[in-house]
């Protein structure tokens, strides 16, 4: 049998959902072009001065007819905390360019098959610590439109991450920031961003995890970084993760496997209900203990932070303020009910 507590829950629940409103979709578009995919990404390469590194890069032709393509060495700045990439050409004092050779610079690529091009790399002596590049495969000889026409030309890139072993190489990392995106929620989920600098020479990958406890009791834990993500010497870089571990929790909304997004760019969300995770309701005052760790070339280092919020389901509280006071209500009448009949009773005998 439900017991009275779980009986009043539902009920919330129902008169809850009802205030709740589904969000408008949109459909996304696509770009026609040259269609190539990629393998691996990213490449990582360790070696040491004076010594040669290769890697098989792999591409493959995904379109319905043949293609001529080029392999092109890009260099490329990242911008912002996001980690926002910018491909161009690379600069004279850049010589690692002239280190970099391919078995074949460029081929055809017949449909659907994979080509497998092998990269070489002829290190200097003097090389030294990181070298941060990307294989770039495109038409060799690029499409003209046709009159009154826009062409449009694409590419694929295989980031190149060369760490040129050294005993002064420098791997250090900090916590610039970690944050909520708000101070309270009604509802799940809870958006952290964790801001990590390089400060030393070459790059690194952080991990981690978040965990989440209500007073001393740990009520969950987040992982941090699941997709491996670099971040280069002397920048910044700033991961997001995110505690949906509840109920009810707010997901985005995707439309043709694409997240639909609103004016501000910031993902459509609505709220779903799975009666299954009542148990997993929040409410209270919540700390969010980060643990970073990165790795120096001797040992895995542990990095820090914690931020608090509230959770407080408003709506729900409310729900089931109402729904209390009509059992109240209820039970009051019922028990006036039979009291009364029970003075009948006793006046009859």
Same mark, same amino acid.
């Given at each position: 049998?439900? +017991?009275?507590? =779980?009986?009043?829950?539902?009920?919330? #629940?129902?008169?809850?959902?009802?205030?709740?409103?589904?969000?408008?979709?949109?459909?996304?578009?696509?770009?026609?072009?040259?269609?190539?995919?990629?393998?691996?990404?990213?490449?990582?390469?360790?070696?040491?001065?004076?010594?040669?590194?290769? &890697?098989?890069?792999?591409?493959?032709?995904?379109?319905?007819k043949s293609e001529r393509i080029k392999a092109v060495i890009r260099a490329f700045d990242v911008q912002g905390d996001e980690g926002q990439v910018n491909f161009r050409?690379?600069?004279? $004092?850049?010589? *690692?360019?002239? %280190?970099?050779?391919?078995?074949? &610079?460029?081929?055809?690529?017949?449909?659907?098959?994979?080509?497998?091009?092998?990269? =070489?790399?002829?290190?200097?002596?003097?090389?030294?610590?990181?070298?941060?590049?990307?294989?770039?495969?495109?038409?060799?000889?690029?499409?003209?439109? &046709?009159?009154?026409?826009?062409?449009?030309?694409?590419?694929?890139?295989?980031?190149? @991450?060369? =760490?040129?072993?050294?005993?002064? &190489?420098?791997?250090?990392?900090?916590?610039?920031?970690?944050?909520?995106?708000?101070?309270? *929620?009604?509802?799940?989920?809870? $958006?952290?961003?964790?801001?990590?600098?390089?400060?030393?020479?070459?790059?690194?990958?952080?991990?981690?995890?978040?965990?989440?406890?209500?007073?001393?009791?740990?009520?969950?834990?987040?992982?941090?970084?699941?997709?491996?993500?670099?971040?280069?010497?002397?920048?910044?870089?700033?991961?997001?993760?995110?505690?949906?571990?509840?109920?009810?929790? *707010?997901?985005?909304?995707?439309?043709?496997?694409?997240?639909?997004?609103?004016?501000?760019?910031?993902?459509?969300?609505? @709220?779903?209900?799975?009666?299954?995770?009542?148990?997993?309701?929040?409410?209270?005052? *919540?700390?969010?203990?980060?643990?970073?760790?990165?790795?120096?070339?001797?040992?895995?280092?542990?990095?820090?932070? +914690?931020? +608090?919020? %509230?959770?407080?389901?408003?709506?729900?509280?409310?729900? #089931?303020?109402?729904?209390?006071?009509?059992?109240?209500?209820?039970? %009051?009448?019922?028990?006036?009910?039979? +009291?009364?009949?029970?003075?009948?009773?006793?006046?009859?005998?």
């Open positions: 049998m439900m +017991s009275l507590t =779980n009986r009043i829950l539902i009920l919330s #629940l129902v008169l809850i959902t009802g205030l709740t409103a589904l969000a408008p979709l949109t459909q996304a578009q696509t770009d026609a072009g040259i269609n190539l995919q990629i393998s691996p990404l990213p490449i990582e390469l360790n070696a040491k001065p004076g010594t040669k590194a290769s &890697a098989d890069l792999r591409v493959r032709n995904a379109g319905t050409n690379p600069r004279p $004092d850049e010589q *690692y360019v002239k %280190w970099i050779t391919f078995s074949k &610079a460029e081929f055809e690529a017949p449909p659907g098959e994979w080509q497998t091009i092998k990269m =070489n790399i002829d290190l200097p002596k003097e090389a030294a610590f990181g070298y941060y590049f990307a294989v770039q495969f495109q038409r060799a000889t690029p499409v003209k439109p &046709a009159p009154g026409t826009t062409g449009i030309e694409g590419a694929v890139a295989i980031f190149i @991450l060369l =760490n040129a072993e050294r005993p002064d &190489a420098s791997r250090k990392a900090e916590v610039t920031s970690f944050t909520a995106n708000r101070k309270s *929620y009604e509802f799940l989920p809870v $958006d952290f961003k964790i801001g990590v600098k390089n400060t030393g020479n070459v790059h690194l990958a952080p991990s981690g995890n978040i965990f989440i406890r209500r007073g001393s009791k740990q009520v969950g834990v987040v992982e941090l970084n699941q997709g491996g993500g670099n971040v280069l010497p002397s920048s910044s870089r700033r991961f997001s993760s995110s505690w949906s571990d509840g109920f009810p929790i *707010y997901k985005d909304v995707v439309e043709n496997g694409r997240t639909v997004t609103d004016e501000q760019g910031q993902p459509k969300r609505k @709220l779903s209900w799975n009666l299954g995770d009542v148990q997993k309701l929040r409410f209270g005052h *919540y700390t969010a203990d980060l643990v970073l760790v990165y790795n120096d070339g001797q040992r895995d280092v542990p990095v820090t932070a +914690s931020v +608090s919020f %509230w959770v407080v389901p408003w709506r729900l509280l409310i729900g #089931l303020l109402f729904v209390s006071i009509f059992v109240i209500i209820g039970l %009051w009448s019922t028990f006036k009910k039979m +009291s009364r009949t029970a003075k009948k009773l006793k006046g009859n005998k």
